[in-house]
């Protein structure tokens, strides 16, 4: 079934680039929506001091609402919009930081610098910065394929120039060594392929600083790119994942995602996973659906994760998925405790959790005894004693039903270990066994569903437990994913990919016309050949100049690097409060 997400906010699409009269029909449109008092921002690219009274007079009404407030009533059930519909200003993580902290605190003295800083174009997902190389146009380009039943069909494409450097990155990851890569950043600073694997050489060496300036500069290139009639925000533009040259910003866009994340912002993550969600929403190919669940619960967006699983149950069976299944019952459960909340409503709300909980427990009785171990928790022991949720219950499992359960409990154990939380899932587990014992035939049902469904997982979701790395779901992979190489600029790419241009074949010159010397430089730079011409050979010298540079600055940085060696244990004696 065809999901036409958009259809009844074609009137509301916005540009990449939104005009100053879109804007305050967007500011009209979000006070009677949410009833939120905050103004959006004034556009960068205009340089007047207006725009700066402007951003005074927004952080003055930052200021004095409630900052802490972090569940808005624009993904509540009220709200008209579609339900994947995405704001501008919270793609910024800064709006998420200000209501902690407040807009002083996060802004600082940045308002007088930015007066003076040198023009960038205006962009919402990332925010150019003073310290990047200068841009200038990669070679990439969006194109509008078709428009049909009011969705806009998308796709990113390489100029020719940009796919011979294409071509040179995938000789640099075959090298395997990430100083190919440096290298070709140095010629190439906005491809966005070399960008993104170097990222995770980075992120591995823990400098996630790098790492997460790396990814912004990727979606920087992106969003430049950007066709004028593309829209972030109203969930009617595609981009078929079946493209390679598409597949790099839905990797640029997770990773950012999981970068705001882990620095503190969830709620900016989560409308980041709403974007990428809404660019293929049937085919999900980042499987986006087991992750939403939790960015919504750690952001406290309740009433959105309510709302996009009352709207897909019919046609997506997000049920019979085990993060939702437990996310939309602990979603009831914190509505119920809620101070504003009614006491008929709380009551409510707490006996809906109550009955979810409880469902989600006999579908899925492998998640308690996993989650209960990484909450630290020891179970009671009519509980670990009892066949349901004894070994069995997890050695019974299909391997795929295994994988989604690990990537949950991994992922969500740790919004399990308030205390409110743990004496409620002691009072549903409770009542699980007094049903299972007085033989309730739903145990029988889910018994039997369990043993049909769940066979096997499809591609999408062994990218999305690469993609995680969270190792309680990637240790449950199937060989035929751990034994092939995995790319992380392009995981497990699709079967059916849609191919626009190929890689030429690179020449194989047989080991008897070849010295010694020529296989040394061979295995330096893959696609260097004594045999070439005299313009690709010096190429080749001034990459390898390029690299023997950054090594030689390598190995100074670690010459001078010194160690204090610990005080030597000389006189063992010695008072311990006596110092040298």
Request: glycine residues 4%; negative net charge.
């Amino acid at each position: 079934m065809s999901l036409q997400i958009c259809e009844a906010e074609k009137a509301t699409t916005d540009e990449d680039t939104v005009k100053p009269e879109e804007q305050h029909g967007d500011e009209t449109k979000e006070k009677s929506d949410s009833g939120e008092t905050e103004k959006r921002d004034a556009q960068p690219e205009t340089g007047a001091e207006g725009a700066g009274d402007d951003i005074d007079a927004l952080l003055e009404t930052i200021e004095q609402s409630n900052g802490l407030t972090l569940q808005s009533e624009g993904c509540g059930a009220s709200d008209n919009r579609p339900v994947l519909y995405v704001e501008h200003r919270n793609l910024n993580p800064e709006t998420e930081l200000k209501r902690y902290f407040g807009a002083r605190a996060v802004l600082g003295d940045q308002r007088p610098r930015q007066r003076q800083r040198q023009f960038h174009r205006s962009t919402w997902m990332t925010i150019p910065k003073n310290t990047w190389p200068r841009f200038s146009r990669p070679g990439i380009s969006m194109t509008l394929l078709e428009s049909r039943d009011g969705l806009q069909y998308f796709t990113f494409e390489h100029s020719r120039d940009y796919q011979q450097i294409q071509f040179k990155f995938l000789d640099s990851v075959e090298s395997m060594d990430p100083n190919n890569i440096v290298a070709l950043l140095q010629m190439n600073p906005y491809h966005i392929d070399s960008l993104l694997q170097l990222s995770d050489v980075c992120r591995i060496q823990e400098d996630h600083e790098m790492a997460r300036d790396l990814i912004e500069r990727a979606l920087y290139s992106f969003e430049c790119a950007f066709h004028p009639v593309c829209s972030l925000t109203s969930g009617t533009s595609r981009l078929d994942y079946l493209r390679p040259e598409n597949r790099a910003f839905y990797l640029a866009g997770y990773k950012h995602m999981m970068f705001l994340e882990r620095r503190g912002c969830p709620r900016t993550a989560l409308e980041y996973c709403r974007l990428i969600l809404s660019l293929d929403p049937d085919s999900d190919p980042l499987c986006m659906l087991l992750l939403i669940d939790f960015l919504s619960l750690r952001s406290r967006e309740y009433n959105f994760l309510l709302r996009l699983y009352q709207d897909w149950e019919v046609h997506r069976n997000l049920s019979q998925l085990p993060n939702f299944a437990f996310s939309v019952a602990l979603s009831h459960f914190h509505l119920s405790q809620e101070d504003q909340t009614e006491s008929e409503e709380r009551e409510r709300l707490k006996h809906k959790a109550d009955l979810l909980l409880q469902d989600a427990l006999i579908m899925f009785p492998g998640v308690l005894m996993p989650l209960l171990d990484l909450c630290t928790v020891q179970p009671d022991a009519a509980v670990s004693s009892h066949d349901f949720f004894g070994p069995r219950s997890q050695l019974g499992q299909t391997p795929a039903l295994a994988e989604l359960v690990s990537l949950y409990v991994g992922r969500t154990h740790t919004l399990w270990r308030e205390g409110g939380v743990l004496l409620w899932l002691e009072e549903c587990v409770r009542e699980v066994l007094r049903r299972v014992d007085s033989k309730d035939p739903l145990v029988e049902d889910c018994q039997n569903k369990r043993k049909q469904r769940y066979q096997s997982a499809p591609l999408n979701i062994h990218r999305h437990v690469i993609l995680s790395e969270i190792k309680e779901a990637t240790s449950t992979l199937p060989l035929e994913v751990t034994t092939q190489s995995v790319m992380g600029f392009d995981p497990l790419p699709p079967l059916d990919s849609v191919v626009s241009y190929t890689r030429p074949e690179r020449q194989s010159v047989g080991a008897s016309n070849e010295s010694t010397l020529s296989l040394f430089f061979r295995s330096l730079l893959p696609n260097f050949n004594l045999q070439d011409d005299l313009e690709v050979a010096q190429a080749g010298r001034e990459l390898n100049q390029e690299v023997n540079r950054l090594m030689v600055a390598m190995r100074d940085m670690l010459a001078n690097i010194q160690f204090q060696e610990p005080p030597r244990e000389d006189n063992p004696d010695r008072d311990e409060g006596e110092w040298d």
